[in-house]
């Protein structure tokens, strides 16, 4: 995501703007459009979630950590049925090097094999084996991370407890809170009133989706709302455009304004005579 500010009508606007729109058809984006918002308004949004989170989590600790181990284990459950089938697959790959380079190992000392061609099998083996050792790793550390989710939840309220609230969102909070930020398309597109989604995921409790957050999102009744507040506003402004359009051009051409006002008057009261007359 990336942020622009643009300059129209005397006006400073800052949006977001997606960066893979903006990498250009040429480069094969994967979005067809920006699907941009006001930063304002984004920073608005996530001001109001990290209040309702860290106060929670200040005041409900326990609560908190469930909340951040569902959370977690929903996010995470794809990612660890992959490595939980990936783990005895790399234990047995590696077993496998071992007894050939073992067997490698032997053929040499014993001059069934040339020193040239066992150094090449040797040295091919050996950095399949510290990949495969470099992936086990990971993955047993991407364990540990699901395991200790009381922990990242701690970490999150240590880090809530430094800021007494989040009135304004400086880089430093941003950076320190949040890992991404998702800016999803409107719901009509090129629409200027329009409801648009907005997915922050934060460090330590990743996109932390539950009740609670539930409570910030708006239902599908109030997106409705929203909708008819939105086509009413914009109803609103279309009268206000056409009663100052009128107001001036009443100022510049009141004579005619008059004359006209004055001569619909006078077919009115002959249209109301002639239906008393019948």
Do not use: W
């Amino acid at each position: 995501m990336h942020i622009r500010t643009i300059y129209k009508n005397g006006k400073v606007q800052h949006v977001t703007y997606c960066s893979e729109y903006a990498k250009g058809k040429a480069k094969h984006s994967k979005c067809n459009s920006p699907h941009r918002i006001d930063v304002d308004e984004v920073m608005e949004n996530i001001a109001e979630v990290l209040r309702k989170i860290a106060q929670y989590s200040l005041e409900n600790r326990a609560d908190f950590e469930k909340l951040v181990k569902v959370s977690l284990y929903k996010e995470q459950t794809e990612e660890v049925k992959k490595n939980q089938k990936r783990m005895p697959q790399i234990t047995d790959r590696m077993e496998q090097i071992e007894r050939v380079m073992n067997k490698l190992y032997e053929d040499n000392a014993l001059g069934n094999m040339d020193t040239e061609r066992y150094e090449q099998l040797s040295r091919k083996y050996a950095e399949e084996y510290y990949t495969l050792k470099a992936e086990k790793e990971e993955i047993k550390e991407r364990f540990s991370e699901c395991e200790n989710a009381s922990q990242r939840a701690k970490k999150f309220i240590g880090l809530a407890e430094s800021y007494s609230n989040f009135e304004e969102l400086t880089p430093t909070i941003i950076n320190e809170f949040i890992s991404k930020i998702i800016v999803h398309e409107r719901d009509v597109k090129r629409a200027k009133y329009v409801v648009q989604r907005i997915e922050v995921y934060f460090n330590y409790i990743g996109k932390f989706e539950n009740e609670l957050t539930k409570q910030i999102e708006p239902t599908e009744q109030e997106m409705l709302q929203m909708r008819k507040e939105i086509e009413e506003a914009k109803k609103e402004k279309a009268r206000a455009y056409r009663r100052a359009y009128y107001k001036e051009y009443r100022a510049n051409n009141l004579e005619k304004c008059r004359e006209y006002e004055k001569l619909k008057a006078r077919e009115y009261r002959a249209k109301k005579k002639l239906q008393r007359a019948t």
